[in-house]
Structure formats: C-alpha cells, structure tokens
C-alpha cells in the first residue's frame, strides 16, 4: 500500500477535545492487510511554516496504537544518521542554543512553550530567534515549537490513561 497524506489542522480547546479530534482522525485510516508493503501507512501534514512542513507518521517502529512519530521536512537531526524527527535531546539543544544565543528574544519563546503546554496558540510571530541544526544552519525556532506542541499531542494520545502531557510533572493535572 503507498502512503496516504493527508492535510489536517488541530481545531483550538482543551487537551480532551484536541486529543479527541486527534484520535478520531486516526480512527478514519484504512486497516492494512499485512507487515511491509501490505500495511496501511499515512502521513498528516500538520503544520506549516516558511519552508517547513511539521508532519505526522503513523505507524510508528514501536507500535503502540495512537503513536505517531512528529517529523519536520526541510530539516534533519543528528550526526550519525540523519534523521526528520526530532528527539528531546534534539529539542533541548535547540532551546539552549536559542536561550544563549538570543537571550533577549527567549522570554517569548519561554511563553510560548507554557502557552503550548496549556492548549493555547500563542502569537509566534513576533518571535526573532534561531537554532542551528548539525551542520551549523540556521532555522527559526518556531520550527522547534511547533514540533513541541505535536510532541504534547503525543503525550496525551500515548498516556491517556495516566495524565498525558502532565505525566512528568503531576502538579499540573486536572481532575
């Protein structure tokens, strides 16, 4: 079976209802007949910025139902073997590149990041702040943030069950 992509935009509200809307999307996919080519594979375009297009693939090499894999085209990771979807180390050297680097620009970049954990779109925009990938390019950290918010719609689908993206850091769930 070839790939299905598929243009999907996250409607606003709460982590229930985008979880939710989320979840029915998948819940729409073809069943496949099989491993290899016989399985059934889709890639959603979810965001877009600039040059980049964030995208989500499912299924994913550990298989866990709701799990998707957030890639970014235009933009690869690591050394060794590159790759399109960022892992949290990779988030983390983008935020600390953009903290030194742009120092006066990361309150913005800090508060969207909370806005993103707490279901809001925060106004990116105004953000004037870069990190570099492992050749030494430049990219807008809006890039980073983006794929961090699919990472928080990953969490939510993943640990459902538990508390999603608050699984960390207890404090912040609502009962």
Known sequence: MSENIINFELPDGDKTSMRTSLINLFLN?????????????????????????????????????????????????????????PSHEDIFYALNYCRTHYPNEYAKVSSAIIDLYNCKSPDLSNIQAYFVDYEGNNHPIQIILLAIKWLFMEQDCAYWNYSGRYRDNPRFCVK
């Open 29 to 85: 996919e073809t069943a496949g007949c099989g491993t290899g080519e016989n399985a059934s594979r889709y890639r959603y375009n979810v965001e877009y910025y600039n040059n980049y297009i964030i995208f989500l693939k499912r299924p994913t090499r550990l298989n866990k139902g709701f799990d998707f894999t957030v890639n970014i085209q235009g933009l690869y990771f690591k050394k060794q073997r590159t790759y399109k979807n």
